[in-house]
């Protein structure tokens, strides 16, 4: 055997850190995408002309694509199928965005980030309330997934309630602390309510999807077809909600940078390279990485939004990871598990196998759909 030259050694070498160089540079994209929204809210752009056109060029984006890769097995889109997808647009981009939106404007980018990890959990409790998912209790897996799940609302219930000191990081802009308690506590916990009731229209969003994927089983079309309803509602909306046309204005400045960044971003390129990585090392993997993105986040919050970090948010944040972690590990368990013994469970065509989000995304790998067709991996943008 011939000794491997520096280049073939180098190539190995990259092809072994690749997954893992790619989904670190996803987290700072998908931690780019709060910071840039924050900024562009904050400079008063209104977030119902934001989720318009963010949806609009996320279709633009993703249609090309749909168009030439799934020609060929792009289903006939009939009412029934035309009405979810009108009801996933209301569900993700016009109620879970908006809310998510307004939730961060009363809290913050790294808050928001962190609170929506919980989406797996959320995503967890109502499929097994609509029985989409099975429970048993002395299985490890189960017991990790409902430990996960309890986790993940105490933790989020902790960033609720306590906000504790506040955390001066070296870059840390140095305000003043000196404001209303009342009014602050009072938009504090405003706003973590309508991320969590976001979390769970996002949730909701995710178990339909994981319906209409099963008669219209193509993905780049479908998520190019939500989003299109999406911005198609979202403006009916903010026609109403936004009547003077300076609102519409857009300018060499954030209000074109974000609606472009978390269009593209958020929706191609991280839609293509979650894809890459997930075909070789899974959803779990992908689901490691997540917590990275709080991280990033809380840094760049307090460097370029003057953001406050609070012990709460920290511990809560952490307790949500855990979480995370627990739900994926049992939900990995169910992909390489034992056969179910019941005929009801094999055969069950709407079981969430894996839910993992990465930043505003999450994904679900939908092996259980057709056993025939393999496997099957979509997402969708937030």
């Known amino acids: 055997m011939e000794d491997q030259t520096p280049c073939s050694t180098f190539c190995v070498v990259f092809s072994k850190m690749k997954p893992y160089v790619l989904m670190v540079a996803l987290q700072f994209g998908s931690a780019g995408m709060y910071i840039i929204s924050?900024?562009?809210?904050?400079?008063?752009?209104s977030r119902f002309v934001l989720i318009v056109y963010r949806n609009a060029v996320a279709a633009l984006t993703m249609a090309p694509f749909a168009l030439l890769l799934e020609r060929k097995v792009r289903p006939k889109l009939?009412?029934?199928?035309?009405?979810?997808?009108?009801?996933?647009?209301?569900?993700?981009?016009?109620?879970?965005?908006?809310?998510?939106?307004?939730?961060?404007?009363?809290?913050?980018?790294?808050?928001?980030?962190?609170?929506?990890?919980?989406?797996?959990?959320?995503?967890?409790?109502?499929?097994?309330?609509l029985r989409l998912e099975h429970i048993k209790i002395k299985e490890r897996r189960s017991q990790a997934k409902i430990l996960g799940t309890s986790l993940t609302f105490s933790g989020a219930l902790l960033m609720t309630v306590y906000k504790g000191p506040i955390i001066d990081l070296i870059w840390s802009h140095k305000t003043s602390h000196h404001v209303s308690h009342s009014s602050a506590d009072t938009h504090w916990i405003t706003g973590t309510l309508l991320i969590l009731v976001g979390c769970f229209a996002w949730s909701a969003f995710y178990i339909l999807q994981s319906i209409t994927i099963k008669t219209y089983p193509a993905e780049l079309s479908l998520s190019t077809l939500i989003c299109l309803m999406g911005a198609i509602q979202s403006a009916a909306l903010g026609f109403v909600a936004e009547r003077h046309p300076g609102a519409w204005a857009v300018g060499w400045d954030s209000r074109l940078l974000a609606p472009v960044y978390t269009g593209i971003v958020s929706s191609g390129i991280a839609y293509y390279v979650q894809g890459l990585v997930m075909k070789t090392r899974g959803p779990v993997f992908v689901t490691a990485f997540n917590p990275l993105c709080m991280v990033i986040v809380?840094?760049?919050?307090?460097?370029?939004?003057?953001?406050?970090?609070?012990?709460?948010?920290?511990?809560?944040?952490?307790?949500?990871?855990?979480?995370?972690?627990?739900?994926?590990?049992?939900?990995?368990?169910?992909?390489?598990?034992?056969?179910?013994?019941?005929?009801?469970?094999k055969n069950d065509p709407y079981e969430l196998p894996v839910t993992a989000?990465?930043?505003?995304?999450?994904?679900?790998?939908?092996?259980?759909?057709?056993?025939?067709?393999?496997?099957?991996?979509f997402q969708v943008k937030k």
């Open 38 to 45: 924050m900024a562009t809210l904050n400079h008063g752009m």
């Open 78 to 129: 009939t009412i029934p199928i035309f009405l979810k997808i009108m009801a996933l647009g209301f569900l993700e981009p016009i109620l879970d965005q908006n809310l998510a939106y307004l939730g961060m404007q009363y809290t913050s980018a790294s808050f928001t980030s962190a609170i929506m990890n919980a989406v797996p959990a959320v995503t967890f409790v109502m499929a097994t309330i």
């Open 298 to 345: 809380a840094a760049l919050g307090t460097l370029i939004l003057a953001e406050q970090l609070h012990l709460g948010s920290v511990i809560g944040a952490i307790i949500i990871a855990v979480g995370l972690y627990a739900v994926a590990w049992g939900k990995s368990k169910d992909q390489f598990g034992p056969t179910p013994s019941t005929t009801e469970e």
């Open 357 to 377: 989000t990465e930043g505003s995304k999450l994904v679900i790998e939908a092996n259980n759909y057709d056993e025939q067709a393999g496997k099957t991996k």
